[in-house]
């Protein structure tokens, strides 16, 4: 750290900022001038976006510690309290961008409607007829669904901002997500209520083209909405890990979204979904990185449950409006295995401990898996040793047993145990770095695969219903 | 008290609530029975409203205050902590019963637009320009404004409780209900952008009809989004006043509502509007009530700023998408006043104390004015000295002078002190009661004049833009 105050900027980073404020707003001016670019005017605000949390997280650090929101870091040689729950910031500026974005894509539909006077309804209307499904901005009544995300991102920052306040058990908080995307269902309901999906093309002579889920539809969707947050949030513990892998998966649709936006000759049908979804990204991008400049390790700020829950939530907001949830399941593979690896110590199958992040070894000052210690009198069920001497046979878990072949000890079931149990003790950053790494590697593979296969499994690129969006 | 934990509900309570919550889920099933009448299903959601903020506010007392969440009551003998903050669960209740109720008011557009099958959207769209600018139901259309009322009040929601976590500064949260009307003002630009107003006849020679207030009536209406949410929360101080001066507003709206939907014999221009503004007041009415029951004298729990912004602005979002805000500023009169009155002290030119709730005298039981103190060396200037001079001799301020004709003391600028200088000493509990009462009895003489006199005034009896909404 500098000599400056903790609280106030420095000299250098008062001066980036500022010019990288002066340069967005310039840009956004200019966005003015011509068609209102959306998608401009979404990356100047996303980089506003970045100086406010930037700045903001730096100035009201101390105050979040007086309200009692601080934590110690337990895998540090000073267990120094520093401010927790920062995401929170995040979330605020994040909703106070998307708000200021809301007209962006609607201002040549506003241009138009000026310009024709009279009953603006009416001209609108007929305007989206005419001009068909091939929009390139948003059409006029797809406001409702820009809106339906908001409300749905300001009760998972309602509902997490709680949730750091009150730390609400584990088996409530499962359920905020749940709450939080009532908002999505409900409008979904009223605005689109498409519930069929696309059939694979083996499977078409048997199902038809479309198959239409109904009330599961619903049911499917409450279902992604609460994974998406929650996998996030139990794949934590180490500086940077919740920030970096929420970052990686936005930038791994926002490829995706890049993908349909560039396919010349003509527009793709889902054009607007996924612009759709990049309006919402760019500025999650934004505040992401600026809490990661504090948030990596050494950690100044945690980012609180907040954080996690709101970045699950942006991932579903657009996958669900822009239907593309399947692709955001092919992105959470390094969360779903963290999930389904964890399951038994969730659900109790093995003893889970209050925390299960890595053990931190002063000596070394490197990171080693964390441990459930067994005691000679509490020795696992027969069933129950069979699968943990499995498991360690295929180096998905290790186990220590006692000369007598008694277990002493199992690590816990994270994924970042488990990279600790094959790479052997690494330093913090390394953990997360690597961790980062081969989650990219793997999202990529799997965007590789939707784009390669899908051509081939569906008769389009695309699994949504063409052309609602 | 009676004896059972004070975190838990009483027999008669559980089976009272549980009474209410099962009638109301018996109406709201039987709504779909027929169009779904939305005002139905808004009053059962309503009293499910109220029942969850009654049990949710005993429930989590206790987790508010081990959070720092928590205030002593200095009007009383016996000074303990009671839970602060409450007013973040009628929030919470109140936003979850809105949100579940955006179908309602739709029900009769879905089951149209489905058995119509086919592209929706135009279905809906050619519907809507058939039945005109009658229609009971909301049209299709207005559910964007629904959903931007929705994030204005998260936006509230969420400011307020920042607030009560992090005790902004004064100067700095008088401008907190500003950043939540952007998301009104935003979606009004979007999709109404009407900023016209109609001219009372006398002027409408020099004037004409409407007169454009262009960009200017966007500066109006965060104004009256300022006011509304800052007014309310200057007006507090003594148990119950904040809930009962908010319950007041919201039943003197609703009544102006009824007057509007019981126009006989054709539904009036601008019922759409009014059944709107139901919509939201209503839940807030069951969630005040529950709320009051606990805050009323002698106080269990403390509101805190956050009830003061969310219902401040739960008036705003009706008044300003319903196009009668005059109405509210009419009802606002003792708020108006309050401010007007305390501008002397929020300005500086008399000192202004941390608090100026009334004191409480030990001895009677009985609050009496507080004191602005002036010593020998402190006296006023000499205009500020005529002013208050003045104020005394015109019954709007009490001045205490010594032999020698300097100041002693003033009473504090706030209606709440001045109602004790005119009334004497009080009890807290009568003190609410007179100040509700009087309030109700301006309330209601205000809607007299306004129904009465808006005839003579305007050609209709109504200010807004007939049938815009």
Not at 363 to 391: C, F, H, N, Y
């Amino acid at each position: 750290m500098t000599a400056h105050s903790p609280t106030s900027l420095s000299r250098t980073e008062t001066l980036s900022l500022l010019s990288l404020t002066f340069a967005c707003v310039v840009i956004l001016t200019n966005t003015f001038q011509g068609d209102g670019e959306p998608l401009i005017a979404s990356l100047a605000l996303s980089g506003l976006a970045f100086a406010a949390t930037f700045a903001m997280i730096r100035w009201l650090g101390p105050t979040f510690m007086k309200a009692g929101l601080k934590g110690v870091d337990m895998s540090k040689h000073h267990r120094k309290e520093i401010p927790e729950c920062m995401g929170a910031i995040c979330a605020v500026v994040y909703l106070l961008v998307v708000i200021i974005f809301v007209p962006f894509p609607f201002y040549k539909d506003i241009v138009a409607a000026t310009s024709g006077g009279g009953n603006r309804d009416v001209v609108l209307h007929v305007e989206h007829v005419q001009q068909g499904r091939f929009l390139h901005r948003f059409p006029h009544s797809k406001l409702a669904s820009y809106l339906s995300a908001i409300i749905s991102l300001q009760s998972i920052a309602i509902l997490g901002i709680g949730d750091d306040l009150f730390d609400i058990r584990w088996r409530h908080k499962f359920f905020i997500p749940a709450f939080a995307s009532i908002p999505l269902l409900v409008v979904y309901f009223v605005d689109f209520g498409v519930t069929s999906i696309v059939i694979p093309i083996p499977l078409q002579p048997y199902l038809g083209e479309l198959f239409n889920l109904g009330p599961l539809y619903y049911v499917y969707m409450a279902g992604v909405a609460i994974f998406s947050p929650n996998s996030i949030n139990i794949l934590a513990g180490i500086n940077g890990i919740e920030v970096t892998q929420s970052i990686v998966i936005a930038m791994l649709l926002a490829i995706n979204d890049a993908l349909y936006l560039i396919t010349p000759p003509y527009p793709h049908p889902a054009t607007d979904s996924h612009l759709f979804s990049l309006y919402f990204l760019l500025p999650f991008l934004g505040v992401s990185f600026a809490l990661l400049w504090y948030n990596r390790y050494p950690a100044r700020v945690f980012v609180g449950d907040t954080y996690c829950y709101f970045a699950g939530m942006v991932f579903v907001v657009v996958s669900i409006l822009g239907h593309f949830s399947k692709t955001l399941i092919l992105l959470l593979i390094p969360q779903i295995f963290n999930f389904v690896y964890s399951v038994p110590q969730l659900f109790g199958l093995v003893p889970c401990p209050r925390h299960r992040l890595p053990r931190f070894n002063a000596r070394t000052g490197l990171l080693e898996p964390s441990i459930t210690p067994w005691t000679v009198d509490r020795q696992p069920k027969p069933p129950i040793a069979w699968g943990l001497k499995m498991l360690h046979n295929l180096r998905l878990l290790r186990v220590t047993l006692d000369g007598q072949g008694r277990f002493v000890e199992t690590t816990n079931f994270t994924l970042i145990n488990l990279w600790l149990v094959w790479r052997g003790p690494l330093r913090e950053d390394k953990l997360a770095l690597e961790l980062t790494a081969m989650q990219t590697v793997l999202g990529l593979f799997g965007l590789f695969v939707r784009h390669g296969l899908a051509r081939v499994v569906f008769k389009e690129d695309n699994w949504g219903i063409t052309g609602r969006w």
